[in-house]
């Protein structure tokens, strides 16, 4: 089977690229050559010419091809936006911020001048910024204060086949600031779709029938093997696949690997690791590298060098590695056909992160990795007919997650009717009213004919962080532990401010045991904190102590830039000193939506709908047994984790939620 490239039957205008006889050189010396060898290059001007008077229009290129890195620099080049920004938004922060690095190299100018970007608690732009990454989320929250995108000429929304919601909310977000700004006689304001592959008809109808423009990229052909018997242990299987390929084929043909998130890329890059040194002397070195969007970005570095001669690289990687970044010299692609998503479950109101079976689409834009300078291969870890039983598309995001914050922030811009917002995808109307419901248990809206939001919600819209921990916030006023609760809302809110290399997890866990608290994980991330203030932030400190030193950098970072917006508001930063039931008592105030209960035969389950729930064995109250937990999410492996969690007393919960709890906690 030979990967066919998706050539669907619709008007498009064909802009002819890159050759696909390209000997595939990389011998680049600079970047301004690597720039006009790039496929995109060559319909530079057709692609101005034709976006010049459109304005709308969907861009569907080959990975690699050079959408994200130079569509915005050609707009902007041809000169037409001189006052105004151009906006590209992109659904990871780590995709913003490398792509604005590169693209400010390209330019040779310094970062946070003309190329800027904008991810959350973090803007590196300035008044000369022209060109700004940014991730859609923080786009989303600009339009609060400007719903017309007054400072755009231009936004460009990238990696649309991803689906996340803040992308899908934009689509109805850029759709109403477009026709708002053509109804007033303002400048146009364009929109571009980007994506590597996507159901171009479902997104061109979206947007008024806007044209397709495609630019043909390099695609050689990907050998397509399945396995001929369902495999239980995916990772186990990449493995053996791994050494299979490493065995079989030459040096210096790297190999890309599809995982599903953190813990597991790090075990199975140690796995790797190992087993290679038992290998006999003659077998090309292994360089094995992680990639993960939480991975240090010195280490995400080196996955973009290139392989020394007679060595080969094994990159491990999560599904950021499908279309936002690209990877030279792969050759062969394992793919587990696994991803970590987000599902949501309306009834019961729980997100559960949850590894999940991949679309078809993910399997063909993961096989297609193997193919961008040389044919190669993929070996996909399922059978043919569990492809078969794929879905064609990734879900959409805001069909299978909480919705809160999503309503929280049309609300906030403004928007009417939100149970009737204009949704590419409608989620379902349960997902919806859930959403709503759970907003008004929080203070934030009220139901009238249509949700109204309150003044409270207001305030929690204000705070880039999801509903129930701003609701942590304005709660903290009332038990004058703003200082504490600040302090572990933005130790939340960075990726984990631990550090467990793989080989020396018993030391990292021996080492920390001195921060555990016995109220639960948010006083232990409380404890490191002010540990860390403690040493000053001390870099060496944070290595001895098995902990991330950069995470914790961002966390105090964060937290000043949380501290402000209190004072904006009005909120008394206040320290409640040693008082721990102050703070669990605010976490109670916006997760008693997240309670466990204990049983009798020592077995948690959750309040809101009774579901067995654990403990997860990270967690610092994992040997013991309280009554009543809260938790910050759940994750499903081989049980359902809680993680994050306090211990809590009943009383707490009555107090913050008391119909909620009369309703839920009366069948014990
Ligand atoms: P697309 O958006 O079409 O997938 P990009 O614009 O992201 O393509 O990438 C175009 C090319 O730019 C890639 O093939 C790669 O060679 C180069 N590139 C992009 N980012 C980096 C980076 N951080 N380091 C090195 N090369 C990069
Ligand atoms: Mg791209």
């Not at 590298?289 to 990687?317: D, E, W």
């Not at 903290?476 to 020396?504: G, M, N, Q």
């Not at 102050?582 to 997240?594: E, P, S, V, Y």
């Not at 492996?637 to 909620?660: E, F, G, H, I, N």
Request: net charge positive; glycine share 4%; proline share 4%.
């Amino acid at each position: 089977i030979t990967l066919y490239r998706n050539n669907q039957n619709m008007k498009k205008q064909r802009l002819a690229g890159g050759s696909s006889s390209g000997d595939g050189s990389l011998n680049y010396t600079h970047l301004q050559d690597e720039r006009r060898k790039l496929p995109i290059y060559t319909t530079r001007h057709r692609l101005l010419k034709a976006l010049q008077p459109m304005s709308s229009a969907i861009v569907i290129g080959e990975t690699g091809s050079g959408k994200t890195t130079q569509l915005p620099q050609y707009l902007y080049e041809s000169g037409q936006h001189k006052k105004l920004m151009i906006a590209c938004t992109q659904p990871r922060r780590v995709a913003a911020i490398t792509v604005a690095q590169r693209v400010a190299e390209e330019m040779g100018d310094q970062l946070g001048h003309t190329v800027g970007y904008c991810v959350r608690f973090e803007d590196c732009t300035g008044k000369d910024t022209k060109i700004k990454y940014m991730t859609d989320g923080m786009l989303l929250r600009e339009a609060i204060h400007d719903p017309l995108l007054k400072r755009y000429s231009t936004v460009i929304l990238d990696e649309c086949h991803e689906r996340t919601i803040h992308t899908d909310v934009l689509f109805g977000v850029v759709k109403k600031a477009q026709a708002e700004r053509k109804e007033r006689g303002m400048i146009l304001l364009k929109i571009i779709v980007m994506s590597a592959t996507m159901d171009v008809d479902h997104f061109s109808n979206y947007f008024n029938k806007a044209p397709v423009l495609y630019i043909e990229g390099r695609q050689y052909t990907v050998k397509i093997m399945y396995t001929s018997e369902p495999q239980s242990d995916y990772v186990f299987s990449a493995l053996a696949a791994v050494f299979q390929v490493h065995e079989e084929s030459p040096p210096n043909e790297d190999i890309l690997v599809f995982l599903t998130g953190q813990e597991e890329i790090e075990s199975a890059v140690k796995s790797i690791k190992d087993i290679a040194k038992d290998l006999s002397q003659d077998s090309p070195p292994l360089i094995v590298c992680p990639m993960y969007a939480a991975l240090p970005s010195n280490l995400q570095l080196r996955i973009f060098q290139h392989t020394p001669k007679g060595s080969r690289k094994v990159i491990v990687a999560t599904n950021i590695a499908e279309t936002s970044i690209t990877i030279h010299g792969i050759k062969h692609v394992i793919d587990t056909g696994k991803v970590k998503a987000k599902v949501f479950n309306p009834f019961s109101g729980l997100d559960l992160l949850k590894v999940v079976n991949t679309s078809k689409a993910q399997a063909w834009q993961r096989s297609g990795r193997a193919g961008r300078e040389a044919p190669g291969t993929c070996y996909r870890l399922y059978t043919e007919s569990e492809y078969d039983q794929m879905r064609d598309n990734t879900l959409p995001e805001i069909q299978r997650c909480n919705l809160s914050s999503v309503i929280l922030q049309l609300l906030a811009l403004g928007i009417e009717d939100v149970l009737n917002f204009d949704f590419m995808d409608k989620p379902s109307k349960e997902s919806l009213e859930n959403a709503v419901n759970q907003l008004e248990l929080l203070g934030a809206v009220i139901k009238d004919i249509k949700p109204k939001l309150t003044p409270e919600g207001r305030k929690m819209a204000d705070f880039p962080l999801e509903p129930r921990l701003a609701k942590v916030i304005l709660a903290a006023k009332d038990h004058s532990c703003l200082e504490e609760i600040l302090t572990i809302v933005s130790a939340l809110s960075v990726d984990s401010v631990y550090h467990t290399p793989a080989s020396k997890k018993d030391d990292a866990v021996a080492v920390r045991n001195k921060f555990m608290a016995s109220e639960g994980d948010h006083l232990t991330l409380l404890n490191i904190y002010r540990a860390y203030k403690g040493v000053n932030c001390n870099k060496q400190w944070c290595h001895d102590n098995f902990l991330n030193g950069r995470n914790l950098r961002t966390a105090v970072d964060v937290k000043k830039q949380l501290k402000e917006i209190c004072t904006r508001q009005q909120l008394p930063v206040e320290s409640c000193g040693q008082d721990t039931t102050a703070i669990r008592k605010c976490l109670c105030a916006g997760f008693f939506m997240n309670a466990a209960e204990l049983q009798k035969e020592g077995q948690y389950v959750t309040v809101s709908s009774r579901k067995p729930v654990s403990i997860h064995p990270s967690s610092s109250i994992f040997q013991c047994k309280p009554a009543y937990v809260i938790y910050n999410e759940l994750i499903q492996t081989s049980k359902c984790y809680m993680r994050d969690l306090s211990v809590v007393d009943a009383d707490w919960l009555y107090d913050v939620a008391p119909s909620y709890f009369r309703r839920k906690l009366s069948k014990k």
